[in-house]
């Protein structure tokens, strides 16, 4: 019996990606001209060559992937974490066979189904009844298998009153709570599973995360793709880190997401600010003698009406600790509508015990976030300002609490 | 290099639920629905007969003209209408490409299939207008499932090149319209194939839809002798773009999904 069920052997996969537009320089217009006239030439060259447009000594190569191998067992339930553009998608669609590897190989025993983004394949058109059979049969099922599991799914996704109503008309949370449901009901040996949690209202996300924990448990095959550190340390035993396309990490979650949150983190983030979406330009967390200071600049191509922003402290391995924003506490007076400003937080820092503290971002207006950026800042409390207790069997927070003793009479 | 066919063979009912979902959704939020099956030959027959017909009066193997145009332009909307579907199904589905692993011929393969539905419609117009000038189905017509599939097989041939490129280059969405124009004039539909004399009429028969027209005409109306060599070589000329169309898309989709 083979007791190896994914295998990758230096596995690695180059893009192509274009310098100029890498460096954000305009083509100039001649540039452009000569590129176009010469178009239907190099067109010819390269169709039968089998080769990509326009691949010329201009363009420069990234390795979204290089040299990883790792051995997978039978059952095992893998996390795998990495920042954006790690390498962790690419990763993924290698095994999935949905791309090649440039160099290197994975080897899959068994039948593999990938999640890797929710209601991919649902047409707005089709019933939700229709749109099942259809995602059902792409993710891989048998018709058979999905009328077996039909009434499971509906009851799952929480839509029966509206299974013959075309999907275009479902809420947003209805869509993916059925998409999820197709998906967490594919019955294949190795299953590929990409952020399929960050789906619906809080509610939905704990149903989605007791799903995958019983699939888990069920003795299948997980590798799963996730910015949530909490559900990958209750989900997982094993977790592999990813950074600039290698493998870095390959432990237990927790040394895994310590290390891997612990070491990349500053307590400034800045950004070039994005012509289409809000932005957060630059966000500082410092410390100010008892209080933890946030301070937020934001722009915006459009007026935020008005602009909300949220934040969520999260705690050495992941967990949120703590969140709020300014519709939960009013900012008086309140904000204006702005394209531009500067949310300023303090945060009593005599609540939260010793730890390392990271910090996600959100922004918008009271009906959209426009915005959003998990763990890109860092701050270390120590026991000169948090109580001082160890974190690891108190929890993060410290609450005054009041006590009372009465010694036992008569002894 | 394998062409996988024993896969494609396994996914045959995402092959179906793709034929069916675009049955489903092609008359989606139209006023005029699957009548559009039928307006689409209707007007060019209309605009034909007025002009080539009537005015220019182009020989029609003495069968009505209106008739003589309509059996060409059945099997040839057919063709069209697949080309340009099937063409732009890879770029449609392209986050479907990027996301989930399926034979990737499964969706040139049902766009070109999922036309069966209006092909069946519009044959009705034609057999409508068979009744109205007295026109009698001979044994002949048992040809007609052959032709159907030599139809087939053009279209698919031709889209399996098509949409391949269109993955990387989306000068084939300009092209398509463009091409599809030139071809329908290059095909016997307006006119007849007897106006060229052998070999020359054999040769023609390169251009599959030629002899797919051409033989759809003679099993339905009639058209005197069958245009047997022409048939071949368009049997053949089609058999060979659907071969090398079905290797040159297997080479291509290793990069669909990094390049779509």
Redesign the interface.
């Known amino acids: 019996m083979n007791e190896i069920a994914i295998s990758a052997r230096g596995l690695g996969k180059q893009?192509h990606v274009g310098a100029i537009e890498q460096s954000g320089r305009y083509k100039s217009l001649r540039e452009s001209l000569t590129r176009s006239a010469s178009a239907p030439f190099r067109?010819i060259h390269s169709?039968f060559a089998?080769h990509?447009?326009g691949v010329d000594d201009r363009e420069t190569t990234i390795w979204a992937l290089r040299d990883v191998s790792f051995d997978i067992k039978r059952g095992e339930i893998v996390g795998v974490v990495g920042r954006n553009g790690a390498g962790k998608s690419t990763l993924l669609?290698i095994l999935?066979?949905?791309?090649?590897p440039t160099t290197g190989q994975a080897e899959i025993y068994g039948r593999s189904g990938?999640l890797?983004?929710v209601g991919?394949?649902f047409?707005p058109?089709?019933t939700g009844r229709?749109n099942i059979?259809?995602n059902g049969?792409?993710?891989?099922m048998?018709?058979a298998q999905i009328a077996q599991r039909f009434d499971e799914i509906v009851a799952f996704a929480e839509v029966e009153r509206f299974i013959d109503t075309p999907v275009k008309h479902y809420s947003s949370g209805m869509y993916l709570r059925l998409a999820f449901a197709v998906a967490a009901h594919l019955e294949t040996e190795i299953l590929l599973v990409d952020e399929v949690l960050a789906v619906g209202d809080y509610r939905f996300q704990e149903k989605c995360l007791g799903k995958m924990k019983d699939v888990a448990s069920s003795g299948r095959t997980i590798l799963y793709v996730s910015h949530s550190m909490s559900s990958i340390q209750a989900l997982c035993k094993r977790a592999l880190a990813f950074s600039d396309g290698r493998l870095v990490a390959d432990s237990t979650p927790q040394e895994v997401i310590a290390g891997y949150i612990g070491g990349t983190l500053e307590n400034i983030h800045s950004e070039a600010p994005d012509p289409q979406r809000p932005t957060i330009t630059r966000a500082e967390v410092t410390l100010d003698g008892q209080s933890i200071l946030l301070s937020i600049d934001f722009e915006s191509p459009f007026p935020l009406t008005p602009p909300v922003f949220g934040f969520v402290m999260h705690n050495s391995v992941g967990a949120p600790v703590f969140g709020t924003n300014n519709t939960a506490d009013p900012i008086d007076p309140p904000p204006p509508s702005a394209r531009a400003g500067r949310f300023e937080v303090a945060i009593p820092a005599a609540h939260f015990r010793p730890d390392r503290y990271l910090f996600s971002f959100w922004l918008g207006d009271p009906f959209i976030d426009h915005y959003m950026r998990e763990m890109i800042l860092h701050i270390n409390l120590n026991s000169a300002v948090g109580g001082g207790l160890p974190t690891d069997c108190n929890g993060n927070i410290y609450l005054p609490t009041r006590w009372r003793f009465e010694a036992a009479s008569g002894r | 290099m394998g062409l996988k066919l024993r896969e494609l063979w396994e996914?045959r009912?995402?092959l179906?639920?793709f034929t069916w979902?675009e049955v489903?959704?092609r008359y989606?939020?139209t006023v005029m629905g699957a009548a559009w099956a039928i307006i689409q030959p209707l007007f060019t027959m209309l605009i034909f007969s007025l002009f080539f017909g009537k005015l220019a009066k182009v020989p029609s193997d003495r069968i009505p003209y209106p008739l003589f145009c309509l059996a060409g332009l059945v099997p040839w909307t057919f063709f069209a209408n697949g080309l340009s579907q099937a063409s732009s199904s890879l770029v449609t589905s392209s986050?479907?490409?990027?996301?989930?692993?399926?034979p990737r011929l499964s969706l040139p393969i049902s766009a070109v299939l999922s036309g069966a539905i209006d092909l069946a419609i519009s044959c009705l117009l034609l057999v409508g207008m068979m009744l109205y000038y007295r026109q009698t189905l001979t044994l002949r017509c048992m040809y007609l499932p052959l032709f159907f599939l030599l139809a087939f097989v053009s279209a698919l041939g031709v889209s399996l090149w098509l949409s391949a490129?269109n993955v990387?280059?989306r000068?084939v969405r300009y092209a398509i319209p463009f091409l599809s124009q030139l071809w329908m004039f290059a095909t016997p539909i307006a006119y007849p194939s007897s106006l060229l004399h052998e070999p020359w009429r054999a040769i023609y028969g390169v251009n599959p839809m030629a002899g797919v027209v051409e033989g759809f005409r003679w099993a339905l109306v009639g058209a005197d002798t069958a245009p047997g060599p022409m048939i071949g070589a368009s049997s053949c000329a089609a058999l060979l773009m659907l071969i090398g169309g079905a290797f040159y898309f297997r080479?291509?989709e290793?990069?669909f999904?990094?390049?779509v």
């Open positions: 893009y067109l169709l089998g990509r447009t669609k999935g066979r949905i791309t090649e990938s890797l983004e991919t394949g047409h058109e089709l229709e059979y259809l049969s792409i993710l891989g048998k018709r | 996914y009912e995402l179906y639920f979902r489903k959704v989606k939020q986050n479907l490409i990027s996301k989930v692993y399926f490129l990387e280059y000068d080479r291509m290793k990069t999904a990094d390049v």
